[in-house]
Every structure is written in C-alpha cells, then in structure tokens.
C-alpha cells in the first residue's frame, strides 16, 4: 500500500472524521506538536553542541548525552503522535505534499545519522580531537534545523 | 480607546517599507516563522534543563547555580531573537496578532516567565563551586520552577492559538 492509498483510508476514518469537525481539537493538538518538536530540537542541540565542542564543555559528553536521551525520546514520542494525528486531519493533501514527503525523508536521514552515532562515533567520545563525533553533530544540527524548515513550508505550500 | 490607538499605528507600520518588504516575498514568512521556531527551540529546552534541574528530576549531579550560568544566557538571546521575528512577523501583517486579546495574554506570560526564570538566580549565585550556587532548592524554588515551565508551555500555547481567534470587536476587518 503506497502512503496516498494509505492517506484515502486514513481521511474516512472516524478519527479523521471527529478531528476535521472539531473546532478545538486542530489548534490544541498543533500547540502539543510546537511544544514536543521545539523539545526534541532544543535537547538535541544540546547534545550536538556539546560533540562539537561548542558548549558545555566542562560537562563530561557521554554523561551529558545518558543526562539529556530520556527528554529527547519522550518529546519525540509525543511529537511522532502529535504529528500523525495532524497528518490524519488533512492526509490526503500532506501526502501529496512536497515539502511533507521531504520532511519524512530528512527525519528517516537524522535517525539514520543518530544510528551511526551510536553503533560508531559513540566508542571514540574518549579520543581527544576524534573527527567522527564532530561530523555526527554537525549533520545532526543541520538535519534538524531544515526539518523544522521543510515542516513550516508544508503550512504555506498545502 | 486603545483600539484607535492600534489602529493608527498598524495603519502607519503597514506604509512603511518594513511591511511592503515582508509581504512582499513568499519566503520571508516561513522563514521567518523558522527561525522563530528554532529559538523557541532553544530558550524551552534550556528552561525545561533549568526548571526540571531545581525540582530535582535531571542533572542532579550539577549545582543549579552552573545550569543557570550555562542555560540562562542562552534563554535570553533567544528571547530576544523571537522579540525581534515576532516584530518583523507583525510588520508582515500588521492587524493580525495586535487585535486579539489572546496575543497580548501572551506578552504577559511572556513577562511572567522570564520574571520567574531568573528569580533563581536570587537562590542559586554565580559560579559553579559556589556554595550558594550548590545548595538544595528549597519547596518555595520548586513550586516557582514548576509554575515557571508551565508558564513557558503557555507561551506556545497562547501562540498558536492567535492564528484561530477572532478580533476583538471594532478591530479592522
């Protein structure tokens, strides 16, 4: 099933249904989606600072990280639901959506880029002017940034 | 009374350059409204560190006077990069955010949160060894961090909901 057969489905379900009659529910449901993205992105670039040598550097990074995961992974859970239940409100539209199909690939590439981190980068947080920690939080800085940008532009391009 | 006064001044920001700028290009909008997301980004991750520190629930093992002096700056120029987007956001359209009452209750939460955030540094001083920056919070600083990160989360609430509110009555069309 290709994700427009999915978003037909999707737009005939009940929850769809109740979220397109609701008043309410589209506004309350987006301040969650601001609150949780802005969570997730802030923690991370924490974290990304931190491998780039950039800010708290008196604190020790794999602390820092085991410190700073647990918000980043609570936000993103409620950013994933947040966000698909904004994406059952109109699903037709957003998967027809350029900046919307661009948004889920670079968010599939950050995951991808967190991945290595952890299997690869993560060993060499020991090594004093290791590269690989470095290049992890660059991409990851940049990745999240044009997220946020691909996901403002799907409002304007809908 | 005060809506004439808005009204006078949305109709001259509305003639300046500023405005035809703004309106002018598709990009500029959600560009802004991207970068007003990012430092949003960072002043509610570092208020989240901060607050949550003080209630005891992360970073336990640092003085709350160190995350005030590695987090609180970041706040502030954040705060003054959203001051200035959401500037240039309204110079975009000048009568969409001044007539709602909602985006004024924001302005006030805004003031609220800011207050309450850096009143810990009356309880927690400067300098990580500090003793002072070391001690334990006491169950008044707790109940303030909490009220505090609550507060912020209504900042972004109240913001969200000035795209779905109507005017007030005699507000221009």
Redesign the interface.
Same mark, same amino acid.
């Given at each position: 099933m290709s994700l427009q057969d999915f978003a037909f489905w999707l737009s005939e379900t009940r929850l769809a249904i109740a979220l397109t009659d609701s008043?309410w529910a589209f506004?309350a449901i987006? /301040?969650l989606h601001? $609150?949780a &993205?802005? &969570?997730v992105? %802030? /923690?991370i670039? $924490?974290v990304d600072l931190r491998l780039l040598g950039l800010?708290?550097k008196?604190?020790d990074t794999g602390?820092l990280i085991a410190?700073i995961l647990p $918000?980043t992974w609570l936000a993103f859970g409620v950013a994933a639901i947040s966000g698909l239940l904004l994406f059952t409100a109109n699903p037709v539209s957003y998967s027809e959506n350029f900046y919307f199909l661009g948004k889920l690939s670079l968010l599939a590439v950050a995951g991808a880029n967190m991945l290595l981190f952890h299997r690869f980068a993560h060993r060499q947080l020991a090594v004093p002017g290791a590269l690989a920690p470095k290049l992890s939080g660059g991409a990851s800085l940049t990745l999240w940034?044009t997220i946020?940008?691909f996901g403002?532009?799907i %409002?304007?391009t809908l | 009374m005060i809506t004439d006064i808005l009204i006078a001044f949305t109709d001259w920001l509305g003639a300046t350059r500023l405005t035809a700028i703004v309106a002018g290009h598709f990009w500029i909008v959600p560009a802004l409204q991207t970068v007003h997301l990012l430092s949003i980004a960072v002043v509610l991750a570092g208020a989240v560190l901060i607050n949550l520190r003080i209630v005891g629930l992360v970073e336990r093992g640092q003085p709350v006077g160190a995350m005030l002096d590695r987090f609180l700056r970041p706040i502030a120029i954040g705060v003054a990069v959203l001051a200035l987007t959401g500037v240039l956001l309204i110079a975009g359209e000048p009568t969409r955010a001044l007539f709602r009452v909602v985006f004024w209750l924001k302005m006030a939460l805004i003031l609220a949160a800011v207050s309450l955030t850096w009143s810990h540094r009356i309880s927690f001083r400067a300098g990580r060894s500090s003793a002072a920056g070391a001690a334990a919070a006491t169950p008044l600083r707790k109940s303030i961090a909490i009220l505090a990160l609550l507060l912020w989360l209504a900042v972004i609430v109240a913001g969200r909901w000035i795209a779905y509110v109507e005017a007030w009555p005699g507000a221009p069309a």
């Open positions: 008043e506004p987006e /301040s601001v $609150i &993205l802005t &969570l992105i %802030g /923690s670039a $924490i800010a708290s008196q604190r602390d410190a $918000i940034v946020v940008a403002r532009w %409002g304007f | -």
